[in-house]
Every structure is written in C-alpha cells, then in structure tokens.
C-alpha cells in the first residue's frame, strides 16, 4: 500500500495537497465488497481539487486498487473499457487488449479471454 501512495505524487503537482492526504488509508483500499469507507472515501475525493487528475492518473492503470479519483477499481476499469471501446478497440470485459493476447474459444464457443477469463470481447 506504500507503494501505491507513493505513486500517487507522481503526478501531482509540486505542492499540491490532495484531500485525502493524512486521512485513513483504510478508506481508500477497503476489502472488497460494499463498504462505508467507499462513500468516505469519495465525499473526501469531491471535495479534492486534484480529483480529475487523479482519476486520469489511475484510469489507465488496471493494477491499481483502492478509490482513486473518486473511482473504484471496477468503475475506473468499467471507464477503461468504455474509452477503448469508443476509440474502436477490442477489449475483452475487463479492457484487456484483444491484440494483447491471444483469444480462446471456449465450450460454449464464445470469444474468451485467455488472461483473465472474461466471457466475452466487445468489438470496437
């Protein structure tokens, strides 16, 4: 989680204070599943004036876990997918790149994705 916190300066501006600084960390990395520090986490991002740039930095990044920007992991990859499929690329469910890896068919013969086993590819 350090690690993940850390990265978080890497884009931000020199001096720039982001609201969630010194508040708890458990708020942005919660377990999984519904959670009030979800809701904490982003009544704190609203009031944040880094949380578009925030968010930008951790869109692109499916690794990343926690509330970034204001988004959740699934809502920031749900975005993910949503940009490259209007930008005409092939993404699987989770925005993996069709051309990243290679596509399997599975028994029921629809499209799947071989690194982390999505149902189905969205075609751009």
Not at 99 to 112: I, K
């Amino acid at each position: 989680m350090i690690a993940l916190l850390t990265a978080r300066a890497l884009w931000m501006p020199d001096g720039a204070r982001p609201a969630c600084a010194g508040m708890p960390p458990e708020w942005w990395f919660p377990p999984p599943g519904p959670s009030p520090a979800i809701e904490r986490a982003k009544a704190v991002c609203h009031l944040c004036p880094l949380m578009e740039p925030c968010a930008e930095y951790a869109i692109p990044l499916s690794d990343l876990s926690g509330v970034w920007g204001s988004l959740t992991a699934t809502e920031r990859a749900a975005e993910r997918r949503r940009r490259q499929v209007a930008a005409g690329i092939s993404v699987c469910g989770c925005a993996h790149h069709r051309t990243s890896h290679r596509a399997v068919y599975g028994s029921s013969r629809r499209m799947e994705c071989d690194q982390c086993d999505c149902p189905q590819y969205q075609e751009g």
